[in-house]
């Protein structure tokens, strides 16, 4: 029988098999309490390991692997029967089942199984996540966790997604968003579905595991940016973060019944007057503002330092860039202002790190004293990436601070800790948010 013969067959007997099915209360499902929580992960890729298709894939609440279908010839009715495992959960559909027998489960035991799978917000909830700490617990009680600081798992040089995500969850109108499906839900973008799952899973206050693995998203970045960000080569955080950010806008921005779909211009959107010699200003916007550092000395044992204040003139409308004759001046600037600064330079043979430190305010950053704006502009600092080691060859942690406890943590990867301000400051800063004050 050829392939799609056997597909077909399988779809039908799937729907005679719905058709039949009987739904069953707690008392008569013999097999909960085989059920085992500790190796549930619904973080990966939802496809079957026999056939590896993504349709209709269930996932065995006794073992935690992905089959497809539930008729008598698919794959998750051939494991109930030789492994004895007879609990499944419909990953699309949430709803449990019972194999071989095939009547659906209803029990409100199960419900906590549901959330993990797909974490829910409702807007009140939203609201209050900045405002209590509660700590939560993993289900094998190896670790207590604060929702919205957890690790993400690093899949093989993916350090730089994860400081760009982390970073991202400190934007609360932006987390907001993405905490509630519903603002999106007609978008077609499966990179704008996936950031989101991701985003709810990390803020979820009842995961099973102390982390999370960004997996799905990955996939979803891969295929959207043509493999110029992919698992297992390491890339830069500043451009991943412009080419994210412009690409979530664009995907948002194609659906016009998308309620605020501008929401990554409403956070990050500022606007710079370009003048040139010779010619008229002109206005631009910009999501980051590249920071130029001065170079480092020669010969110097000591390590150069700059304040952030010297290096923003660059924005003041008269200090004039001498390679391209240009002056830049700030006109606007946003809600939360992304800054970057310039550490590497690229010729033909290498690339070179100014290892420069910038000392920078982490509260009360006021802008107006340095750039002509007609009102103060005060900003206070929730996002911090650095970069550590040689060019090419180092890694990236991110410094966030956490609103509902007012502290600082570090994180790389799965290490989460709490952290001194003190140490905020004499880091390698690479890329910063900082969030305009109410």
């Known amino acids: 029988m050829k392939r799609q013969d056997v597909k077909n067959t399988t779809n039908d007997e799937e729907q005679q098999l719905i058709k039949k099915q009987k739904v069953v209360e707690t008392s008569s499902c013999p097999y909960l309490d085989t059920v085992n929580r500790q190796v549930l992960d619904f973080d990966f890729e939802k496809c079957c390991s026999v056939s590896l298709t993504n349709l209709n894939v269930y996932a065995c609440l006794v073992c935690g692997k992905y089959f497809q279908g539930r008729g008598h010839k698919s794959h998750a009715y051939t494991h109930s029967l030789e492994a004895g495992h007879h609990v499944f959960i419909n990953l699309r559909s949430e709803k449990v089942y019972c194999l071989p027998d095939g009547y659906e489960i209803i029990d409100p035991s199960l419900d906590d199984i549901r959330g993990v799978l797909n974490p829910r917000f409702n807007t009140d909830l939203v609201l209050q996540l900045d405002k209590n700490p509660q700590w939560s617990r993993a289900i094998d009680g190896s670790q207590y966790y604060l929702p919205g600081m957890v690790g993400l798992n690093n899949i093989k040089e993916t350090g730089f997604v994860n400081v760009v995500i982390q970073s991202l969850m400190r934007v609360t109108p932006f987390r907001n968003f993405f905490l509630i499906p519903e603002n999106y839900k007609d978008c077609k973008s499966i990179l704008v579905h996936r950031f989101g799952e991701l985003t709810r899973k990390i803020w979820h206050a009842k995961n099973f595991k102390g982390h999370v693995s960004p997996h799905e998203f990955l996939q979803a970045v891969m295929k959207a940016s043509s493999l110029r960000f992919r698992i297992g080569v390491q890339?830069?955080?500043?451009?991943?973060?412009?080419?994210?950010?412009?690409?979530?806008?664009?995907?948002?921005?194609?659906?016009?019944?998308?309620?605020?779909?501008?929401?990554?211009?409403?956070?990050?959107?500022?606007e710079l007057e370009v003048v040139k010699d010779g010619a008229d200003a002109s206005r631009m916007p910009f999501l980051m503002l590249g920071l130029d550092l001065p170079a480092p000395p020669l010969c110097n044992d000591t390590i150069p330092q700059?304040?952030?204040?010297?290096?923003?003139?660059?924005?003041?409308?008269?200090?004039?860039?001498?390679?391209?004759?240009?002056?830049?001046?700030?006109?606007?600037?946003?809600?939360?202002?992304?800054?970057?600064?310039r550490?590497?330079?690229?010729?033909?043979?290498?690339?070179?790190?100014?290892?420069?430190?910038?000392?920078?305010?982490?509260?009360?950053?006021?802008?107006?004293?340095?750039?002509?704006?007609?009102t103060s502009n005060k900003y206070d600092l929730v996002a911090n990436i650095v970069h550590d080691g040689k060019p090419g060859d180092g890694s990236y942690r991110v410094f966030v601070q956490c609103k509902s406890e007012e502290v600082w943590y570090e994180m790389q990867d799965l290490h989460v800790a709490e952290t001194l301000p003190e140490m905020v400051g004499v880091s390698e800063a690479y890329m910063q948010i900082y969030e305009k004050q109410q």
């Open 343 to 374: 550490r590497f330079t690229k010729n033909d043979f290498f690339v070179e790190k100014n290892p420069t430190i910038v000392n920078f305010p982490m509260k009360n950053l006021e802008l107006k004293d340095y750039i002509a704006l007609p």
């Open 306 to 341: 700059v304040s952030l204040f010297n290096i923003f003139k660059k924005f003041d409308g008269e200090t004039v860039n001498e390679v391209a004759r240009v002056r830049y001046r700030v006109t606007r600037l946003p809600r939360y202002l992304i800054l970057h600064m």
């Open 235 to 270: 890339s830069d955080p500043v451009e991943f973060m412009s080419w994210l950010l412009n690409t979530i806008h664009a995907d948002l921005k194609s659906n016009s019944r998308i309620r605020n779909n501008n929401i990554v211009h409403h956070c990050f959107q500022g």
